[in-house]
């Protein structure tokens, strides 16, 4: 079982920066790809980006070369740095846990990320 707890979210004015951090639990968290997501109003979740247990990345194509997803295996914590925002960036920003395949078991509760025009 992992629990995960996101955190950073806020309010920005278009073009400036926040970082996400998703606290996991547990002793496994080295062995778990992971992943955020988000969902704005009316609209479904969909991927932002996933980092693996062997630290590969990758990028939704509307957040490239803006966004980074790193994690800290010390710290059990997985981050997302997001530059450049725009306003359609706001959502609900949730992390995940999968320990195989891109089928997430494990979800946060998610962090609201507002962005101003």
């Known amino acids: 079982q992992v629990q995960l707890v996101e955190s950073g979210g806020g309010l920005v004015q278009a073009g400036g920066s926040l970082r996400l951090s998703c606290a996991a639990s547990?002793?496994?968290?080295?062995?778990?790809?992971m992943g955020w997501f988000r969902q704005a109003p009316g609209k479904e979740r969909e991927f932002v980006a996933r980092i693996t247990r062997s630290h590969t990345t990758y990028y939704a194509d509307s957040v490239k070369g803006r966004f980074t997803i790193s994690r800290d295996n010390a710290k059990n914590t997985v981050y997302l740095q997001m530059n450049s925002l725009k306003p359609e960036d706001t959502a609900v920003y949730y992390c995940a846990a999968t320990n195989s395949g891109y089928n997430y078991d494990y979800w946060g509760q998610g962090t609201q990320v507002t962005v101003s025009s």
């Open positions: 547990g002793r496994t968290f080295s062995t778990y790809h």
